[in-house]
Every structure is written in C-alpha cells, then in structure tokens.
C-alpha cells in the first residue's frame, strides 16, 4: 500500500492560481510526517526565480514550448530556496518534497525526473543532515507532485533517495478540511545566557566562525535538555496527548477554529554548558544573553519524545537563523580583536510571526532593529508566495526589541571594576608618600631646633 498524503483543501485554490499561468512551475511542499505511511501538507509555494524569470514579451506558443523543457529546471535556486526558506519554519515542520506545474506528465520525462531525484537528495543533506534538525523523517521517501495546467488533475508519487534505480511509488492525495488536526502548539519563553572564552586564534576569525563555535557548544546542551510540559516531566513514549478528547474524534468538517490547535506550555531545562577540560588563556569574551520565542508544531498522535525533539529543534533552528542572517549583514564591516575596542555589541535579528492561509500553524520572520512589519511582508512573499497577508497578520509582540542602553551598562560596570584598581593603588601610594614627607619635614624642624639649643648654649658659655 502506497504513502497516503493529506493536504489542506485552501491549497487547491492556490494550485489553481499557479494553473492559470500555464508555465513551467516548481516549487516546495510544506508539512509533516505523521507516520511511515502518511503525510500531511499545509503550504506549498513556488520557487522565487520562476516568476522572476517570467518575460512579457516572450508570450507566443513556441516560447511557452520552450520553457516548459526540462533544461529551464534550475535545481540550484531551488536548492537555495530551501536554505532561505527553512528559516521560517517553526519546528517539526519541514520540506516534504517538490511539486512541477507543467502541461506534459513530468513522471514521463526520464530527463526532468533524473533532476528531481537529484534535487530531493541535496535537499536531505541539507535538512536532514544538518546538526540543527532533530526530527528526522521516518522514511527514505520524498513526494513529487504534478499539478497538469491542462487537465487540472494531481498526481502525487514518492521516490526513494537511498535507491538511485527505484521507480517512484504511486501515492493518495487528498485534499480535506483541517488537515492534520488537531494540531498541538508547543510554546515556551527561552532566556539564552552563556559565554565562550576565545583564544587569540580564535579571536581573529570572523565572526561566524565564532559564533559556528559558540552555537555548537550550545547546541549540545540543547540536546541534553529536559522538557517539562504543563510543569509535568513525562516519559518519552507517553502519548503527548492522552485524554482523547472529543475534538479529536469529530471528522474534518465537523472541526471549529478552536478545536484545530491546542496550545501546550513547555518548560525547557537546559543544563550548565561544559567549559573547555583544559585551561587556556583567552583574549576576548563571546557573551549571549536574551529571550528568544520558542513555538514548534507537532500532530495531535506524537509522543512526549516527539514534541520534545521539535521543540529544541525550533531552538536551534531559530538560533542559527538569527546569527547566519547577522553575520551576513556585517560582511565586510567587522571588527576583529582591535585593541582599542572593549565590548562591541551586536544585535541579532528579532523573530515576528506570521499565519499561514490555509493553516493554523504560524512561520517566521526576522527584523533588524528599525525595521517593522512591512519588512516581513516583502520576505514572506518572496520565501513562501504568501502575497496577500496584510501588514497586521504579522505578530511583532512575541520578542521585544533589544534593550542597548542596559547591554552598554553591564559592560560598563565589568570594564569600570577592572580599571577602578589602578587609581586605588595608586591613591594608595600617594598616601604612603605623603606620609613620608611629613615626617621627614618634621625630623628636619627637630634637628634644627636642637642644633639651634646647642649654639645658643655655647654663646652664652663663652
């Protein structure tokens, strides 16, 4: 029996849309993996060079023709779509696989789907296989979606990225209400506090080879770091949700607003980072602190160990994000261990959410300081296709801004505690010396009244 693949019914109207522009199309399907054999989807959205490349002079049929080969698939900007496009992910949801737009059966086309396959595996090299993805997928399978622009019917198969000469798999696509529900919101506030002596190696290189060697010390503590849920420590192959509610059992469309998503407040104990085994000296200090939002999604049948792997995994994932993204925006204008400089300060992007369409799950976005929602709104569009959301969809309120006059203050006083002793010793010394002179000006008057005794003494003789 082939995968079953449940997809959210507002997602047709969107494949509807891409239909009616009947060009060449790829882009990426959203969701999770609720068991080995069956998956669910809650956004696609095309890749952004796909409508960039779109020429309104280049509109006869035998230009349309053109682009619809399969030499126009330029797996490279897909690939670079998901390196973008996983940072507005929340946690457990990840890139299920890719869908084609086209007016030709794509499964028919050995060239296009020798491409495919290619492409789906360096996509799993770079989710599945990257340190920051915990929630791995249970199967070697990826799905492929073809939406034809000219019967308008969807056909959905998966193929196996370990074998290189399995033929893809036939699989069911549905399209329901409420797909996936009831969903579980796991939602916790993060205070992120450590620091990380640098050697003098290590004070020279740039800035995202140290926070790569922050990230990765913190990483593993993430990873060893208990979840407590609604203040409970449950085991990891306890049902996260157990009391089989009646939502749950209602069919799809027979599902409310309220009953599509629960939240659950998660409690993370991250243990104390392990400092290096030997000691060393260290010419500069690399110090994180802040809050961070921590929201991840996971189906209503996971387990306790389940929510717990996608809830670090939304914490390392939105970690990274932030310093990849900072550390683009310095490029060029670093400052590396200059001696003249006590504390440079550096403030990582904020993480804003925003609803999907179809969906109760939320993804994100990241703003510099000075920017504000309509930012996001132009980064949303460009990474997920989500052009219509309006500027007050975007929930800026989840992190607050970061506080400089109180970071510059802290590291005022640590610098105003290690200067402060060279006046005090100094104040110190000039005591001892003060001291010094003024009993030597008094042996002196001494001396010189006794010398003045004893000359009076001998006039008065003779």
Same mark, same amino acid.
């Given at each position: 029996m082939g995968r079953t693949v449940i997809c959210e019914d507002g997602v047709e109207e969107y494949g509807a849309a891409l239909i009616a522009k009947k060009v060449l199309t790829v882009? $990426? $399907?959203?969701?999770?993996?609720?068991?080995?054999?069956?998956?669910? @989807? &809650?956004?696609?959205?095309?890749?952004?060079?796909? %409508?960039?490349?779109e020429v309104e002079s280049s509109k006869s049929p035998s230009n349309l023709k053109k682009r619809s080969s399969a030499e126009d698939f330029d797996d490279r900007t897909v690939l670079d779509h998901v390196r973008q496009g996983i940072r507005a992910l929340p946690g457990g949801i990840t890139v299920l696989g890719l869908f084609v737009v086209s007016g030709f059966d794509?499964?028919?086309n050995q060239l296009l789907m020798n491409k495919i396959r290619k492409v789906l595996t360096s996509i799993d090299n770079v989710i599945g296989k990257s340190p920051i993805t915990l929630r791995h997928q249970l199967t070697c399978e990826r799905m492929v979606l073809h939406i034809c622009n000219k019967s308008f019917k969807y056909t959905c198969k998966t193929v196996d990225i370990a074998s290189p000469v399995a033929s893809?798999?036939? =699989?069911?696509?549905?399209? #329901?209400?409420?797909?996936?529900?009831?969903?579980?919101?796991?939602?916790?506030?993060?205070?992120?506090?450590?620091?990380?002596?640098?050697?003098?190696?290590?004070?020279?290189?740039?800035?995202?080879?140290?926070?790569?060697?922050?990230?990765? &010390?913190?990483?593993? =503590? %993430?990873?060893?770091?208990?979840?407590?849920?609604?203040?409970?420590? $449950?085991?990891?192959?306890?049902?996260?949700?157990?009391?089989?509610? =009646?939502?749950?059992?209602?069919?799809?469309?027979? #599902?409310?607003?309220?009953?599509?998503?629960?939240?659950?407040?998660?409690? #993370?104990?991250?243990?104390? &980072?392990?400092?290096?085994?030997?000691?060393q000296e260290c010419s500069?200090?690399?110090?994180?602190?802040?809050?961070?939002? &921590?929201?991840?999604?996971?189906?209503?049948?996971?387990? @306790?160990?389940?929510?717990?792997?996608?809830?670090?995994?939304?914490?390392?994932?939105?970690?990274?994000a932030r310093c990849d993204m900072h550390s683009d925006s310095l490029i060029g204008d670093e400052q590396r261990g200059q001696p003249d400089v006590?504390? #440079? $300060?550096?403030?990582?992007?904020?993480?804003?959410? =925003?609803?999907?369409?179809?969906?109760?799950?939320? @993804?994100s976005d990241y703003l510099f300081p000075g920017e504000g929602p309509a930012d996001s709104l132009v980064s949303l569009a460009d990474l997920l296709d989500l052009g219509l959301l309006q500027e007050g969809d975007v929930q800026d309120y989840w992190e607050a801004a970061a506080e400089v006059n109180e970071a510059l203050e802290a590291e005022c006083v640590l610098d105003t505690s290690t200067t402060n002793q060279l006046p005090s010793q100094q104040s110190a010394a000039a005591n001892t010396s003060n001291s010094l002179v003024i009993l030597l000006s008094a042996l002196i008057a001494l001396l010189a009244v006794m010398l003045s005794y004893f000359t009076l003494q001998i006039f008065r003789s003779n």
């Open positions: 882009g $990426l $399907l959203f969701g999770q993996e609720i068991s080995s054999q069956k998956s669910c @989807v &809650i956004h696609i959205a095309r890749s952004p060079e796909f %409508v960039d490349e794509i499964f028919q893809p798999k036939p =699989a069911e696509w549905k399209f #329901v209400s409420a797909a996936g529900s009831p969903w579980i919101e796991l939602y916790c506030t993060l205070n992120v506090e450590f620091s990380l002596g640098l050697s003098d190696s290590e004070s020279s290189a740039s800035l995202r080879q140290q926070l790569e060697t922050g990230i990765g &010390i913190y990483c593993k =503590a %993430v990873k060893q770091s208990l979840c407590l849920f609604d203040n409970k420590l $449950l085991p990891d192959s306890d049902p996260l949700e157990s009391s089989g509610k =009646a939502a749950g059992k209602k069919k799809h469309n027979q #599902v409310t607003s309220e009953e599509r998503i629960k939240t659950v407040n998660v409690q #993370v104990l991250i243990p104390e &980072i392990e400092s290096k085994s030997e000691k500069s200090d690399l110090r994180f602190g802040g809050q961070m939002c &921590i929201k991840s999604y996971i189906h209503g049948k996971a387990s @306790v160990g389940e929510a717990c792997q996608v809830v670090k995994e939304d914490i390392l994932r939105s970690l990274w006590k504390a #440079v $300060l550096h403030e990582p992007p904020r993480r804003v959410l =925003a609803p999907l369409p179809y969906s109760p799950i939320s @993804v």
